[in-house]
C-alpha cells in the first residue's frame, strides 16, 4: 500500500476482491472518484468506504440508483440526519421484495415436487404393466 490514506487500483481490487473493470464502472457510474494522476488511480479512505456499501449494497440486490441515493445522502452534512432512517425504508422494501421472491420459489418448488412425483408414478405405472 503506498500508506495509509491511498491505495491504488490494483490494491484495492485485492482488498475488496473486485475487478479493474468494476472499479473502473463505478467510477464511469460517478459512485467512486479517486485520485487521478494522469492514468494513475489513487482511492482515498472514502472511496473505500463507498466501495464496501456498494458492494454491500450490490450483494442484498439493491440497485446501483438506489446505492446512489444512499451514497449522496451520506455526502450531504446536512442530510446526514435523514440517511438512516432512509437507508431503514430502503432495507425494508428490499426485505419486502426477497421475501415474496422466496414465497413464490417455494411455490414453485411445491409444483415442481408435485410434478416429479406425478411423472414418476407415470414411469412406475408404465413399467409394472410392461415388466
Known sequence: MINDEVMTIREMCDAFEVTPRTLRFYEAKELLAPIRLGQRRLYTRRDRARLKLILRGRHFGFSLEDIRQLLDLHDSETLRPTQLPRTIEKARERL?????????????IHELIAEIEWGEAQVARTRSKTG
Open 96 to 108: 419486502a421484495e426477497m421475501q415474496a421472491q422466496r414465497d413464490m420459489l417455494a411455490q414453485l
